[in-house]
Nanobody
């Protein structure tokens, strides 16, 4: 069973930056795609960014130009660099991974990490 462990959430002022990380446990290397979703209070979970081992990277329109997804050296870790944060970026961010297909949403989810942007 693959477990995804997230890190890097917290409180930041508007205009600031945060970097989220997500690692697959048990040295699991069969992952084809990883990425991030987020859920704000009272709203549905929404797509943020994804990256595949084939090199395809996708972003939600709301974060293009501000967020960057990347793999670690071993492609069972994904990072989300978030710059120019806005109050509307406040949400619980969930890591997601898939090991059969090259797109998200995938089968595996992290427990979520809170990102709070103060205005």
């Amino acid at each position: 069973q693959v477990q995804l462990v997230e890190s890097g959430g917290g409180l930041v002022q508007a205009g600031g930056s945060l970097r989220l990380g997500c690692a697959a446990s048990n040295n699991y290397y069969a992952i084809n795609a990883m990425g991030w979703y987020r859920q704000a209070p009272g709203r549905q979970r929404e797509f943020v960014a994804s990256i595949t081992t084939g090199g395809t990277v996708k972003y939600a329109d709301s974060v293009k130009g501000r967020f960057t997804a990347s793999f670690g050296d071993a492609k069972n870790t994904v990072f989300l660099q978030m710059n120019s944060l806005k109050s509307e970026d406040t949400a619980v961010y969930f890591c997601n991974a898939e090991d059969r297909y090259y797109e998200l949403p995938g089968e595996y989810w992290g427990q979520g990490t809170q990102v709070t942007v103060s205005s």
